[in-house]
């Protein structure tokens, strides 16, 4: 097996020690293998592993990946995520390339995701990110402007709102960073109470913990962890322009 292969099981074991911990089930949280910056060798190798959702930051050097990855004899047909913030200039490329977005923080992000989404595509999973701890320099929505976006964009044609999104403060102590992470337990369960019966079935996602902190979030109620350099290791340098 390779390191990257022996790192997601040591991830996955995290993940269910957390759930059994909270006394939840262990196929309630995903893993979504953050892949920025690490080439399709290692994506293929993750696979081949097991894993096949991925977390992607910079659009057009996963768009190369996309691409590159899809070229290859693999089991099974992978899942893509944009989890970096999310530019207008970039919408075109995500609704083309990728089947989740958890960044949407802004209503005319989503209309361009909706109008630019190829008829012939899956409708796009989309995220609501909330700045949650309102760090000033952090993306995201502010915690009470969430349930009218989630309004907003759950009519969008060729859109589906998932759920919400957040990052802690980097460096965050450990009662600041499972406070952040309750109170995103509390939005979520908040919005979903307010959405109507249709939305609400399918909006299931609390993407929230990394590699540092998923057994926090786990604790607290994500449902998707997003976990990068305990499996692939440290992160080379993006690109120029990526």
């Not at 980097?170 to 995103?184: I, T, V």
């Not at 909006?203 to 692939?232: H, K, N, P, Q, Y």
Request: charged residues 20%; proline residues 5%; hydrophobic residues 50%.
């Amino acid at each position: 097996m390779t390191t990257i292969g022996n790192n997601l099981q040591q991830v996955r074991a995290r993940i269910d020690a957390a759930c059994a911990q909270a006394g939840r089930g262990a196929g309630e949280v995903s893993l979504l293998a953050v892949s920025k910056t690490f080439g399709p060798e290692a994506v293929r190798d993750a696979a081949l592993a097991g894993q096949l959702a991925f977390g992607e930051n910079y659009v057009q050097e996963a768009v190369e990946k996309i691409a590159l990855v899809g070229a290859m004899e693999l089991p099974q047909r992978l899942q893509w995520h944009c989890i970096g913030p999310l530019q207008s200039n970039k919408t075109r490329l995500v609704a083309a390339h990728f089947d989740w977005v958890h960044t949407v923080d802004r209503l005319k992000i989503a209309e361009r995701l909706s109008e630019q989404r190829p008829d012939d595509r899956a409708p796009l999973q989309v995220c609501i990110q909330v700045n949650i701890d309102g760090g000033a320099t952090k993306s995201g929505v502010a915690p009470d402007e969430a349930l009218a976006l989630a309004r907003a964009i759950a009519v969008l044609p060729r859109l589906e709102l998932r759920g919400l999104m957040t990052i802690p403060d980097p460096g965050a102590a450990a009662d600041a960073l499972g406070a952040a992470h309750a109170e995103a337990r509390a939005l979520f369960e908040a919005v979903r109470a307010e959405l109507e019966p249709a939305w609400r079935a399918r909006f299931d996602t609390l993407s929230m913990g990394m590699s540092a902190d998923l057994e926090a979030a786990v604790l607290c109620g994500s449902t998707l962890v997003r976990v990068g350099s305990a499996i692939f290791g440290g992160r080379a340098r993006p690109a120029a322009g990526a």
